[in-house]
């Protein structure tokens, strides 16, 4: 039995850290997990993998609008021109912008993802990918289809979305496996990514639709964690810091028990907890931003989430021709939070100022009414 | 004492004047050949109204004589009162007045005085209070000296002009204060149910004129103008319910001589509008010329007759706060009385009623000293000959002496219109 | 036909309206749970705030288009904004003003309020002729500044600098409809005030503060908002295009002010202009209050296509006042 804190938790921490310069420990980079993350579209084929993280224009909107330094404000940028042309929206507006400028405001709610691109392009991180990889999407509809993933050069592979209401609106799952033998072990990897492909444009067809906002399980993974409530109705971001993660693990499509979940926070709040009877994990999610004063407060600050489930299974099995007696399973996944509403929404003041307005235009009225019931007294000349 | 013996002698001879004056007027009405028989009520309503001095409507309720159209009746209503309209037409009662009345003052003014003075000892017990809008100067000075008499006086403050927004307000807050004055007269409280009630009463009322107004249109004339005067005339006192119930008959009597195409006078006879000062029982000399000389009143423009039920009070909120300047804006808004100045909405009625009614000539009618109407009488002149509508212009009194004089105007007139047709035809 | 018409000239137009605006009410507030959507560009408030709407007010929208930099605004999205604009026109000219009268959920929101008021006995507030003409102007002036306030956020007036994001929706903010209609849908998340920045603290403040006025304004006066409605003032624009139209024949009017009495909003026109044959003025919802007041024959009427659909007659109007209520 492994240690609850695995080295691909802590790989994960580290590639998360060292994306915001915060690096502490570099010889711990050594991770079990495989780890999917978009890809920067500009980037050659041969290029270097950059470190995962989080979807375009995370590490741009969170450094500009937490006021980070400038270095990773920079680091972020200069994907975007490009990128903004390859969708065909110049000078789109980022951070609280977007498609639904209104909804962003008090809900919090973050839209990155809430922006349709023809072609997503993800990398695998880390790079040691087995040869026999492979990568499969789980669409809105349910549907799955393969990907292609190619090895030899460098682990990105690419989803072409069409730009309509279609099978591909909404939440899509997307999967990278491999295994191999490792220390008389056989070690079966699963990365799991979640896009939402949808665009106001579209209409709103699938809005509130059960069926399609569903979270999904793809029967062919070997361990899938599956994430409920992590989008609201209209597929924007819902989770919230301080909310509880209701956490489903699948293998090949039946909960299991007694797997290992560790969730960790990109500001290094951790937590461990095994899956229940069911399959189930329940996590509260750490409430974790305080800014000095509530001027400096940005309501689209983002948190990010990573998490590990691991377990391993007696028993043998045999992979190309090869017998071991232990197989151990393990899956990523990750996800983003934004501050709770009631961290900056106050429902005290907002009702006062409601009464105020009610009982100040009331009692005005009233007053009228009154002074409307004495008779004229007397007509003053204006000179 | 002496006084008193006078007072009673005047009263007895005025009375029998009235008698025989409404004698002669329902006498002349009914001389026309294919009265409808359900005007006999009407008939016999003025009969006896009028037979025995001025009875007024007596059923135990309290009674608020009105002096003008303009009096919300409505309110009266709903506070447990019965209006009733004073206005006479009796040259009787005309000639009573004159002696104290100036001469030159207007006949109806005059006689309603007349009426006034000669039953002093009974009305003054008899209503609790007169109500005057303060519309010609003639009704507005009259309050004064109803007060001199000891009539127990109430003054509706009406503006002069119906246009400006403040003049809307004022009238409806006279308007409230008079709901309150009138039902601390009246003992009763007027509430928003029976203040709904007597709007109802009034609409049904309206209703039926309206009906009647339409077959009084028809180009097959199923009844004549001079019935329709007996007809709007009797709601001044009439017991509305009562009213109503004999306009129903009368109405369905008109419907089935429309069905029948059965004609109460020759169809060719002239269609003629009929403004002015306004005929009341028995004064109705004219509109009776007018039909005597072959002509047909298809409509009428006058305070006695079409503008007394053709508006009708419209509320949002059953709530006397609403009520209450909806009756008052009843009474101003679509006002056409020449008091009222700009009052270009008179020739606007006028001409739609010459035009909805396809009236061929209008004969005007102005009571010497009724200056308000001898005034307008060029500017309605006018109007109409730019339509190319003929238009008679009589200026009369109350007094039968001018009879000769007029049937031979009116019977040239109408016979220009004849002319007037066969030439266009 | 002509008894078809007859009865429908003999209706009630109020009782129609009341369900109407029920059925309109459920439709764009629940709308959301039955999978409809009636369209996006809607001329009336249904609230994008609220998450079962069923179809949602153009405003919003609209005023996000208008955040766009002139280049964006002058090119490819331009048409987009222009298809926007082109579709509210397109709903508009369906129903014309009725989109107030008989389907804005907020007006309706009024007019229960009202309803609540006459029950309870409480007299309602007018404006004199000055000031109403004086409130009238409001609204466009609203509809200029939440036009201008999201222009300046996509460009620089003046040199001046843009305004943030948090500028974005500024009418949205203010108006009644966000904080109240995701009420209906169990939301409450709308009362707050918004501390996360200071426009939003302003904003959120304002809304709240309006919402109140709101609630007391519209108990005490009828239709209190939509004489401040920008909707209506955009609406304005189009009206004269539009297949429902209200006419007045000035030949046929007494001038006896039935029409003015029982119009919610006070416009004078319908009683004294006698002059226009088109009476759909700016505040006017189209509730057709006033032709149902109308005692005179064929003076007022609604028509769809030049086909009258519902005209004052005298019998409807004695129909309607004589028949028997409570």
Redesign the interface.
Same mark, same amino acid.
């Given at each position: 039995m492994k240690g609850v804190y695995s080295r691909g938790f802590f790989a994960t921490c580290l590639s998360l850290v060292l994306l915001l310069g915060l690096c502490p420990d570099l010889s711990m980079a050594k991770t079990d997990a495989i780890w999917i993350a978009p890809a920067k579209a500009e980037r050659k084929p041969s290029g270097q993998p950059g470190q995962p993280h989080h979807p375009e224009g995370h590490g741009e909107s969170s450094a500009q609008q937490s006021g980070r330094p400038a270095q990773t404000s920079q680091a972020g940028r200069p994907g975007r021109p490009e990128q903004a042309k390859q969708s065909?929206r110049?000078?789109r507006?980022s951070?609280?912008?977007g498609e639904h400028?209104?909804?962003?405001?008090?809900?919090?709610r973050f839209e990155s993802e809430h922006r349709p691109l023809p072609v997503r392009t993800y990398q695998i991180v880390p790079e040691q990918l087995l040869p026999e990889a492979r990568a499969m999407i789980l669409q809105a509809d349910g549907t799955a289809r393969d990907l292609d993933v190619e090895t030899c050069h460098t682990n990105v592979f690419s989803v072409k979305l069409p730009m309509e209401e279609g099978p591909m609106h909404g939440p899509n799952n997307i999967y990278v496996f491999d295994q191999q033998i490792k220390d008389g072990v056989l070690e079966v990897r699963t990365a799991k990514w979640l896009t939402i492909h949808h665009s106001?444009?579209w209409?709103?067809?699938y809005?509130?639709?059960p069926e399609r906002l569903k979270a999904r399980s793809l029967e062919s993974a070997p361990l899938d964690i599956v994430v409920d409530n992590l989008w609201?109705?209209?597929f924007h971001n819902a989770l919230h810091s301080g909310d509880e993660l209701v956490i489903r693990v699948f293998s090949y499509g039946k909960p299991v028990a007694g797997v290992t979940l560790t969730i960790i926070t990109e500001k290094g709040w951790t937590k461990r907890k095994k899956t229940d009877a069911d399959g189930i994990a329940r996590v509260q999610l750490i409430r974790d931003y305080y800014p000095s004063t509530?001027?400096l407060?940005?309501?689209t600050e983002l948190g990010k989430l990573a998490m590990t489930a691991e377990f391993t299974k007696e028993g043998a099995s045999n992979y190309k021709g090869e017998v071991v007696d232990k197989t151990h399973y393990i899956s990523s996944f990750s996800w983003k939070y934004v501050p709770a509403?009631d961290d900056?929404?106050?429902?005290s003041?907002?009702?006062l100022?409601?009464?105020?307005?009610?009982?100040?235009?009331?009692f005005g009225?009233f007053q009228y009414?009154l002074k409307r019931r004495k008779p004229k007294k007397t007509v003053v000349f204006d000179e | 004492m002496i006084e008193s013996e006078r007072q009673a002698r005047v009263k007895k001879s005025t009375s029998l004047h009235l008698a025989m004056e409404a004698a002669e007027t329902l006498r002349q009405i009914t001389e026309f050949p294919d009265n409808p028989e359900s005007m006999a009520y009407f008939y016999d309503l003025y009969q006896s109204r009028f037979k025995d001095g001025m009875i007024l409507p007596q059923n135990g309720k309290k009674l608020v004589g009105t002096m003008c159209l303009q009096v919300p009746d409505e309110l009266i209503v709903a506070a447990g009162a019965v209006p009733v309209r004073l206005c006479s037409g009796a040259y009787a009662f005309d000639q009573a007045g004159g002696d104290f009345m100036p001469a030159k003052s207007c006949p109806l003014v005059r006689a309603t005085m007349g009426m006034l003075q000669v039953n002093n000892d009974t009305m003054k017990d008899n209503l609790s209070t007169v109500v005057i809008p303060t519309t010609c100067d003639q009704k507005r000075s009259s309050a004064q000296m109803l007060r001199d008499m000891d009539y127990p006086v109430t003054v509706l403050e009406m503006p002069a002009t119906k246009e400006s927004d403040e003049a809307r307000t004022y009238w409806q807050e006279s308007v409230k204060q008079f709901a309150l004055t009138i039902q601390k007269i009246c003992g009763r409280k007027i509430t928003a149910k029976s203040l709904n009630a007597a709007v109802r009463s009034k609409l049904e009322a309206g209703k039926l004129f309206r009906s009647l107004q339409q077959l009084r249109t028809e180009s097959n004339p199923v009844i004549l103008g001079k019935d329709i005067w007996l007809v709007s005339n009797s709601y001044f006192f009439d017991d509305p319910d009562q009213w109503c119930q004999a306009v129903r008959g009368l109405i369905a009597e008109l419907e089935s001589r429309k069905s029948e195409n059965f004609s109460a006078i020759n169809r060719k006879a002239p269609r003629l509008l009929f403004t002015g000062s306004p005929p009341i029982f028995p004064n109705l000399k004219l509109p009776i010329l007018v039909e005597q000389a072959g002509g047909l009143v298809v409509a009428d423009e006058t305070c006695s007759s079409q503008r007394l039920l053709h508006d009708a009070v419209v509320f949002d909120e059953k709530n006397l706060y609403d009520m209450v300047p909806a009756i008052a804006d009843r009474y101003l808004k679509p006002c056409t009385c020449p008091c009222l100045t700009p009052n270009t909405d008179r020739a606007k009625k006028i001409l739609d009623l010459v035009k909805s009614s396809r009236v061929e000539g209008v004969v005007y009618q102005a009571f010497s000293g009724c200056m308000p109407y001898e005034m307008e009488q060029r500017a309605i002149g006018d109007m109409l000959s730019r339509e190319g509508i003929p238009m008679l212009f009589v200026e009369t009194d109350y007094s039968p002496e001018d009879q000769g004089q007029l049937s031979t105007r009116v019977e040239a007139f109408i016979e220009s219109i004849k002319v007037r047709r066969r030439k266009t035809q | 036909m002509s008894s078809i018409r007859r009865f429908l000239n003999n209706s009630d137009i109020n009782r129609f309206r009341f369900y109407f605006q029920l059925f309109a009410f459920v439709l764009l507030v629940y709308g959301?749970?039955l999978?409809i959507?009636i369209g996006?560009q809607l001329p009336t408030f249904a609230c994008?705030?609220g998450?079962?709407r069923g179809g949602s007010c153009y405003l919003?929208g609209f005023?996000?288009q208008m !955040?766009f930099?002139y280049?964006?605004l002058f090119s490819?999205p331009g048409i #987009?904004v222009l298809i926007g604009l082109a579709t509210f026109a397109g709903f508009f000219i369906i129903f014309n003003k009725a989109w107030c009268g008989f389907a804005c959920p907020l007006g309706t929101i009024q007019d229960w309020l009202t309803i609540l008021r006459r029950k309870m006995g409480i007299y309602y507030?007018n404006y004199s002729e000055p000031v109403f003409k004086g409130l009238s102007t409001i609204k466009y002036i609203l509809l200029a500044l939440l036009i201008l306030i999201p222009m300046a956020?996509?460009n620089s007036f003046f040199g001046l600098p843009t305004l943030n994001?948090?500028f974005?929706?500024p009418f949205?903010?203010i108006c009644p409809g966000r904080?109240l209609l995701p009420l209906f849908n169990g939301d409450?998340?709308?009362? !707050?005030?918004?501390?996360?920045?200071?426009t939003?603290m302003v904003f959120? #403040?304002l809304g709240?503060?309006?919402?109140?006025?709101?609630?007391?304004?519209a108990?005490?006066k009828k239709r209190f908002f939509c004489l401040f409605c920008p909707m209506s003032a955009l609406h304005y624009i189009f009206s004269r295009a539009s297949l429902l139209r209200l006419t007045k024949d000035g030949e046929k009017c007494t001038r006896c002010g039935n029409c003015y009495r029982v119009c919610d909003v006070g416009i004078r026109a319908i009683a004294d202009d006698l002059d226009h044959k088109n009476i759909v003025k700016d505040d006017c919802m189209m509730c057709l209050k006033c032709v149902s007041a109308c005692p005179e024959d064929d003076c007022l009427k609604a028509t769809y296509l030049g086909i009258p659909l519902y005209e004052s007659t005298a019998e409807g109007f004695f129909r309607r006042r004589l028949k028997k209520d409570d």
């Amino acid at each position: 039995m492994k240690g609850v804190y695995s080295r691909g938790f802590f790989a994960t921490c580290l590639s998360l850290v060292l994306l915001l310069g915060l690096c502490p420990d570099l010889s711990m980079a050594k991770t079990d997990a495989i780890w999917i993350a978009p890809a920067k579209a500009e980037r050659k084929p041969s290029g270097q993998p950059g470190q995962p993280h989080h979807p375009e224009g995370h590490g741009e909107s969170s450094a500009q609008q937490s006021g980070r330094p400038a270095q990773t404000s920079q680091a972020g940028r200069p994907g975007r021109p490009e990128q903004a042309k390859q969708s065909g929206r110049p000078g789109r507006p980022s951070g609280s912008g977007g498609e639904h400028a209104g909804h962003g405001g008090s809900s919090g709610r973050f839209e990155s993802e809430h922006r349709p691109l023809p072609v997503r392009t993800y990398q695998i991180v880390p790079e040691q990918l087995l040869p026999e990889a492979r990568a499969m999407i789980l669409q809105a509809d349910g549907t799955a289809r393969d990907l292609d993933v190619e090895t030899c050069h460098t682990n990105v592979f690419s989803v072409k979305l069409p730009m309509e209401e279609g099978p591909m609106h909404g939440p899509n799952n997307i999967y990278v496996f491999d295994q191999q033998i490792k220390d008389g072990v056989l070690e079966v990897r699963t990365a799991k990514w979640l896009t939402i492909h949808h665009s106001c444009g579209w209409g709103h067809d699938y809005r509130n639709d059960p069926e399609r906002l569903k979270a999904r399980s793809l029967e062919s993974a070997p361990l899938d964690i599956v994430v409920d409530n992590l989008w609201d109705g209209n597929f924007h971001n819902a989770l919230h810091s301080g909310d509880e993660l209701v956490i489903r693990v699948f293998s090949y499509g039946k909960p299991v028990a007694g797997v290992t979940l560790t969730i960790i926070t990109e500001k290094g709040w951790t937590k461990r907890k095994k899956t229940d009877a069911d399959g189930i994990a329940r996590v509260q999610l750490i409430r974790d931003y305080y800014p000095s004063t509530w001027q400096l407060f940005k309501r689209t600050e983002l948190g990010k989430l990573a998490m590990t489930a691991e377990f391993t299974k007696e028993g043998a099995s045999n992979y190309k021709g090869e017998v071991v007696d232990k197989t151990h399973y393990i899956s990523s996944f990750s996800w983003k939070y934004v501050p709770a509403g009631d961290d900056y929404n106050s429902y005290s003041y907002g009702l006062l100022i409601g009464s105020l307005g009610f009982l100040g235009s009331g009692f005005g009225i009233f007053q009228y009414r009154l002074k409307r019931r004495k008779p004229k007294k007397t007509v003053v000349f204006d000179e | 004492m002496i006084e008193s013996e006078r007072q009673a002698r005047v009263k007895k001879s005025t009375s029998l004047h009235l008698a025989m004056e409404a004698a002669e007027t329902l006498r002349q009405i009914t001389e026309f050949p294919d009265n409808p028989e359900s005007m006999a009520y009407f008939y016999d309503l003025y009969q006896s109204r009028f037979k025995d001095g001025m009875i007024l409507p007596q059923n135990g309720k309290k009674l608020v004589g009105t002096m003008c159209l303009q009096v919300p009746d409505e309110l009266i209503v709903a506070a447990g009162a019965v209006p009733v309209r004073l206005c006479s037409g009796a040259y009787a009662f005309d000639q009573a007045g004159g002696d104290f009345m100036p001469a030159k003052s207007c006949p109806l003014v005059r006689a309603t005085m007349g009426m006034l003075q000669v039953n002093n000892d009974t009305m003054k017990d008899n209503l609790s209070t007169v109500v005057i809008p303060t519309t010609c100067d003639q009704k507005r000075s009259s309050a004064q000296m109803l007060r001199d008499m000891d009539y127990p006086v109430t003054v509706l403050e009406m503006p002069a002009t119906k246009e400006s927004d403040e003049a809307r307000t004022y009238w409806q807050e006279s308007v409230k204060q008079f709901a309150l004055t009138i039902q601390k007269i009246c003992g009763r409280k007027i509430t928003a149910k029976s203040l709904n009630a007597a709007v109802r009463s009034k609409l049904e009322a309206g209703k039926l004129f309206r009906s009647l107004q339409q077959l009084r249109t028809e180009s097959n004339p199923v009844i004549l103008g001079k019935d329709i005067w007996l007809v709007s005339n009797s709601y001044f006192f009439d017991d509305p319910d009562q009213w109503c119930q004999a306009v129903r008959g009368l109405i369905a009597e008109l419907e089935s001589r429309k069905s029948e195409n059965f004609s109460a006078i020759n169809r060719k006879a002239p269609r003629l509008l009929f403004t002015g000062s306004p005929p009341i029982f028995p004064n109705l000399k004219l509109p009776i010329l007018v039909e005597q000389a072959g002509g047909l009143v298809v409509a009428d423009e006058t305070c006695s007759s079409q503008r007394l039920l053709h508006d009708a009070v419209v509320f949002d909120e059953k709530n006397l706060y609403d009520m209450v300047p909806a009756i008052a804006d009843r009474y101003l808004k679509p006002c056409t009385c020449p008091c009222l100045t700009p009052n270009t909405d008179r020739a606007k009625k006028i001409l739609d009623l010459v035009k909805s009614s396809r009236v061929e000539g209008v004969v005007y009618q102005a009571f010497s000293g009724c200056m308000p109407y001898e005034m307008e009488q060029r500017a309605i002149g006018d109007m109409l000959s730019r339509e190319g509508i003929p238009m008679l212009f009589v200026e009369t009194d109350y007094s039968p002496e001018d009879q000769g004089q007029l049937s031979t105007r009116v019977e040239a007139f109408i016979e220009s219109i004849k002319v007037r047709r066969r030439k266009t035809q | 036909m002509s008894s078809i018409r007859r009865f429908l000239n003999n209706s009630d137009i109020n009782r129609f309206r009341f369900y109407f605006q029920l059925f309109a009410f459920v439709l764009l507030v629940y709308g959301g749970y039955l999978a409809i959507n009636i369209g996006e560009q809607l001329p009336t408030f249904a609230c994008v705030f609220g998450e079962k709407r069923g179809g949602s007010c153009y405003l919003l929208g609209f005023q996000h288009q208008m !955040t766009f930099p002139y280049a964006r605004l002058f090119s490819g999205p331009g048409i #987009g904004v222009l298809i926007g604009l082109a579709t509210f026109a397109g709903f508009f000219i369906i129903f014309n003003k009725a989109w107030c009268g008989f389907a804005c959920p907020l007006g309706t929101i009024q007019d229960w309020l009202t309803i609540l008021r006459r029950k309870m006995g409480i007299y309602y507030s007018n404006y004199s002729e000055p000031v109403f003409k004086g409130l009238s102007t409001i609204k466009y002036i609203l509809l200029a500044l939440l036009i201008l306030i999201p222009m300046a956020i996509g460009n620089s007036f003046f040199g001046l600098p843009t305004l943030n994001h948090d500028f974005g929706v500024p009418f949205c903010m203010i108006c009644p409809g966000r904080t109240l209609l995701p009420l209906f849908n169990g939301d409450i998340s709308q009362l !707050t005030i918004d501390f996360s920045s200071k426009t939003k603290m302003v904003f959120s #403040g304002l809304g709240m503060g309006v919402t109140g006025m709101f609630l007391a304004g519209a108990f005490a006066k009828k239709r209190f908002f939509c004489l401040f409605c920008p909707m209506s003032a955009l609406h304005y624009i189009f009206s004269r295009a539009s297949l429902l139209r209200l006419t007045k024949d000035g030949e046929k009017c007494t001038r006896c002010g039935n029409c003015y009495r029982v119009c919610d909003v006070g416009i004078r026109a319908i009683a004294d202009d006698l002059d226009h044959k088109n009476i759909v003025k700016d505040d006017c919802m189209m509730c057709l209050k006033c032709v149902s007041a109308c005692p005179e024959d064929d003076c007022l009427k609604a028509t769809y296509l030049g086909i009258p659909l519902y005209e004052s007659t005298a019998e409807g109007f004695f129909r309607r006042r004589l028949k028997k209520d409570d």
